[in-house]
């Protein structure tokens, strides 16, 4: 195009328009059937894929997890080389029952079954891991201490170049993997229930004090 | 002869009686002339503000999970119909608390009404914090609900303190900086369980039960201060009162019939359930509603969420004070018109909130209109219920109070409770509904001064409606309707203009 001699002037910058326009025609085709480069935002659009286990520990599953002491071992395998991983804190379908801030949302960034909404968390872990030259992974973290006492699966989200969503699958539909139930610390400790109690006490005091030196009063 | 010891002790105390006096403008009835808030004058406006700050106060605890419930249905794993039942609870176990507070007032007067309600929930308030499953909550929920009885006797303290010509903006004002709380809340306990969550190193499940140590010395210190700093009468206190026989020792039963004979009370009973219950429900479900439809942090949502019931500063006055200009001009077919322009308004922006669901600043907007229409149309309700009755005011104010909770119990219960439907979708259908009960203003007549279409009779006298129909002859030979004239003087002006009695001297003349 630079070299397009000077007697066709009058050409040049008609021929650069049509020649930008093709060009970003093909880029845009390239896009649409690209596929893996391009990720999906979508569950529908991915089917679950590979293995996701929640590991035993001293070779049995945990009765409970608790939040804040207990940690969470994950494995898995199947998934694209290479990729990072995402890995998300999912409720059990029975602890959506009932509860529409928990609901299941196709649209994997609002999902809001993966999400903690009490101390707001969408991702167990963003970025956890770089999946091996076999496909495989694991993560271990200790379970954060504001984690909602329920039933959770892990969900693993693999991510493309792009950012997109390539393959996910859940510890769910592994029968071989742990499930995780979960207990929150001690949120009744002893300082708490010994100061409600004295001021419970103490406004039956004042009440029936108050009372007392006002009908006396009034006498 | 069995008399005279009697007689003897009454007329001792009333030798001993010091009669009060005042240092700003009364009536014959010894009630204020005006309202100024700004003056803390005893008796009228030092109970003026005790009334309100003890309706306040309950207020902000009665609602003070709200804005928190994003992490009390983790901690305690509630599912919706857990919450609805809870919220349900806060406001309905208070409709019985409220018919009885009516009698309580009648009987023993507002100030140990008020008082003694605010020290009897303060401990449901502490006890929230052993809470560890659905049933405790609700169970702690509708002792602390219990306080909201407090409105009906904040209401007819100011019935008994302030005059006919500012009776209605000094309803409205108490009652609505009181209702104040139900939006202070929405953003004061965010910001205690902020501190309390720094406090416990970050537990966010202790640091909620820590936050309601302080809606329960709110209502310990109050209760105290109620109870101390407030008179029930301007002429001094019930006790002294009965003993002296100024007051008439009024039976709870006869009352509670009086009351329950009168069909205007049962009209404003369904109409008020569709402002203040509106105001409740909204109470309960704004927050949670901004925090997941918006995705919005607790703070913000709380915030936000507190708008609605921060239009109390103003809004209820503006009701009281739009009945009582309303009524200066058209007598009590004003006021009647007023509430139902108001009430009517305030369903159509209910619908429109519900519409803007996929704009937050459009349904804030609404939201704050929507808000100003409902408190508006409290205001406005507390204008016409003062001249239902006289001898059952305290059982009136209590009946009408009520019905404001069974209106939320009944919002709650249809739209907020089914997971079924969406909050958006509820909060439009309350809007409907809101439209069709404000229909029953209509049939409201006085038959001395009117009713919305049909004018009064100038023929009836407001000694037939108030004396004839409530007291026997024999009452009225004993003296006891001697209170219920200087009322019956003071409300003329609640005719229509051409039939007051200024008017008629003039026509005269």
Redesign the interface.
């Known amino acids: 195009l630079h070299n397009l001699d000077d007697s066709r002037t009058h050409l040049r910058p008609r021929l650069h328009d049509t020649m930008k326009s093709t060009l970003t025609t093909l880029a845009m085709f390239a896009l649409a059937f690209g596929g893996a480069d391009a990720g999906f935002t979508k569950y529908s659009e991915m089917n679950p894929t590979g293995v996701v286990t929640v590991d035993q520990v001293s070779g049995a599953c945990p009765a409970k997890y608790t939040s804040g002491a207990s940690n969470i071992a994950i494995s898995y395998t199947g998934f694209p080389v290479g990729e990072t991983v995402d890995i998300k804190l999912c409720f059990t379908k029975a ?1 959506i ?5 928990r609901k299941f949302v196709d649209i994997v960034a609002k999902n809001k079954q993966c999400w903690q ?4 968390a969408k991702f167990f872990k963003a970025g956890a891991y770089v999946t091996d030259e076999n496909g495989d992974g694991t993560y271990t973290a200790e379970l954060p ?2 984690t ?3 039933e959770y699966t892990i969900q693993v989200l693999s991510k493309d170049a792009g950012g997109g969503y390539s393959q996910f699958q859940d510890s769910k539909n592994n029968n071989n993997s742990c499930s995780i139930k979960t207990e ?2 001690n ?3 002893t300082n ?2 010994g ?3 004295f ?2 006490v ?3 005091v ?2 029936v004090a ?2 007392t030196y ?2 006396a009063k ?2 | 002869t069995r008399q005279q010891p009697a007689a003897l002790v009454r007329n001792a105390t009333m030798a001993a009686i010091v009669q009060p006096t005042f240092t700003i403008p009364v009536d014959s009835e010894n009630k204020a002339k005006s309202l100024n808030i700004f003056s803390f004058s005893f008796p009228h406006h030092a109970s003026f503000h005790m009334s309100w700050i003890g309706f306040f106060v309950s207020f902000v605890s009665t609602f003070a999970a709200a804005p928190m419930v994003a992490i009390i249905r983790e901690d305690l794993e509630l599912t919706k119909p857990n919450l609805g039942d809870a919220g349900l609870a806060a406001v309905t176990g208070t409709i019985i608390a409220r018919v009885i507070m009516g009698s309580v007032c009648d009987v023993v007067g507002p100030r140990y009404g008020l008082s003694i309600v605010l020290l009897l929930s303060a401990p449901f308030c502490f006890c929230m914090s052993y809470v560890t499953d659905a049933a405790g909550f609700l169970i702690c929920r509708l002792g602390i609900g219990l306080g909201l009885s407090t409105f009906v006797a904040c209401q007819f303290w100011m019935s008994c303190m302030f005059n006919g010509k500012c009776v209605g903006i000094a309803n409205a004002t108490a009652a609505g900086w009181g209702n104040l709380g139900g939006g202070v809340t929405q953003f004061l306990m965010p910001l205690i369980y902020s501190g309390m969550v720094a406090g416990t190193e970050g537990r966010i499940y202790s640091a909620w039960r820590w936050a309601y140590i302080v809606p329960g010395l709110m209502h310990t210190f109050a209760g105290v201060a109620v109870m101390f700093l407030g008179q029930d009468l301007p002429d001094g206190n019930y006790k002294l009162l009965h003993t002296s026989g100024q007051l008439e020792k009024k039976d709870a039963f006869q009352t509670q019939m009086l009351g329950c004979k009168n069909y205007r009370m049962w009209c404003m009973v369904a109409t008020y359930g569709f402002c203040f219950g509106v105001e409740l429900t909204m109470n309960n479900i704004v927050a949670g509603y901004l925090y997941d439809q918006f995705e919005l942090d607790l703070v913000t949502a709380g915030t936000l969420a507190s708008c609605y019931g921060l239009m109390n500063l103003f809004a209820r006055s503006l009701g009281g004070l739009a009945s009582d200009f309303a009524s200066v001009k058209f007598g009590m077919r004003g006021r009647l018109w007023t509430l139902w322009l108001c009430q009517t308004l305030e369903g159509v922006l209910c619908i429109f909130m519900g519409l803007a669901r996929n704009s937050l600043a459009t349904t804030i907007l609404f939201m704050v209109l929507f808000s100003i229409c409902v408190q508006a149309s409290e205001g406005a309700s507390y204008g016409v219920v003062p001249f239902l009755t006289r001898r059952a005011l305290g059982v009136v104010s209590g009946y009408i109070g009520a019905g404001g909770n069974a209106g939320a119990t009944i919002n709650m219960a249809l739209w907020f409770k089914d997971p079924k439907i969406e909050t958006y979708e509820g909060i439009m259908y309350m809007g409907y509904l809101i439209i069709c009960v404000t229909l029953l203003v209509i049939p409201i007549h006085f038959p001395m001064w009117g009713s919305m279409f049909l004018p009064g009779d100038p023929t009836v006298t407001e000694e037939d409606y108030y004396i004839k129909k409530e007291f026997s002859e024999e009452e009225i030979k004993e003296g006891l309707a001697v209170p219920v004239q200087k009322f019956c003087d003071n409300c003329r002006d609640e005719r229509a203009p051409q039939h007051r009695p200024a008017a008629a001297e003039e026509s005269k003349a």
Not at chain 1, 97 to 101: C, K, Q, V
């Open positions: 602890k029952s009932e509860r529409p801030w909404t009490a101390e707001l201490v504001n909602a006492p329920s929150i610390y949120n009744l400790p708490l229930v100061v409600q109690a001021f419970t103490f406004s039956i004042v009440l108050a009372y006002d009908k009034n006498a």
